[in-house]
């Protein structure tokens, strides 16, 4: 069966570094989305990508970045991961009108 | 992409159908009304969609009024399995799609 995988589940981090985090997909979908989801918050898009090449800011893009090399990922970047990011991190997948997938999120400590 | 408003929080008893409305005023005519559900932390789950006609499926009912500017999702017989936080959103029948989420509501099943 198809699905979307995020890794890793959990992550703990140090201010300053650089974080990746993976996204893939095998519903061979060209619409992917990152979204972060703060405590008791609904989710805030951060990027997303409509195609290989192809990547848009979404409403809290500062400090991270995306790049859309295949169709399958969607990796995003922290540069310089900050305490503010600390958050639960859900990407999904969609092709035309079809219902958004959603991986199961990646939590982030940013200590 | 059209905003919704839905209300933070309601309750329903075990068993009884649960109503959640959903207010979308500025809707445009190749919107879709989509509704999904986060249980706990989970990613969230897709539950139905819809552009003007009502829609049914195995898991709930869509109900959009004439003038589209409003919706109702209707989970018949409601369990405590259905304790979640559903998301209304808008989104254009196309691939290109920014998908943006709101607060949701806070739905608490009762025994």
């Known amino acids: 069966d198809a699905e979307i995988t995020q890794s890793p589940r959990h992550k703990i981090t140090e201010t300053g570094r650089q974080v990746t985090l993976a996204c893939h997909q095998t519903?061979?979908?060209?619409?992917m989305f990152w979204y972060r989801q703060d405590l008791g918050h609904g989710l805030r898009l951060i990027h997303y990508?409509?195609?290989?090449?192809?990547?848009n800011k979404g409403e809290v893009s500062d400090g991270y970045s995306v790049s859309r090399s295949n169709t399958e990922d969607l990796p995003l970047t922290l540069e310089s991961a900050a305490s503010s990011q600390t958050s639960v991190y859900f990407c999904?997948?969609?092709?035309?009108?079809?219902?958004?997938?959603f991986g199961n999120g990646t939590r982030l400590t940013v200590t | 992409d059209a905003k919704t408003t839905q209300p933070p929080s309601m309750d329903c008893a075990e068993g009884r159908a649960a109503n959640l409305p959903c207010n979308h005023s500025?809707?445009?005519?190749?919107?879709?009304v989509y509704w999904y559900r986060q249980i706990h932390s989970q990613g969230p789950q897709y539950i139905i969609h819809?552009?003007?006609n009502n829609e049914t499926n195995e898991m709930a009912s869509l109900i959009i009024t004439e003038d589209r500017k409003s919706s109702t999702l209707i989970l018949p017989h409601a369990t405590l399995r259905d304790t979640a936080v559903y998301y209304c959103?808008?989104?254009?029948?196309?691939?290109?799609?920014?998908?943006?989420f709101g607060s949701g509501t806070r739905l608490s099943i009762r025994p």
């Open positions: 999904a997948s969609s092709d035309g009108n079809s219902p958004l997938h």
């Open positions: 519903w061979n979908h060209n619409n």
């Open positions: 990508s409509y195609g290989v090449q192809d990547t």
């Open positions: 500025t809707i445009s005519g190749n919107e879709y």
């Open positions: 819809g552009l003007k």
């Open positions: 959103i808008v989104r254009e029948y196309s691939s290109a799609s920014k998908i943006i």
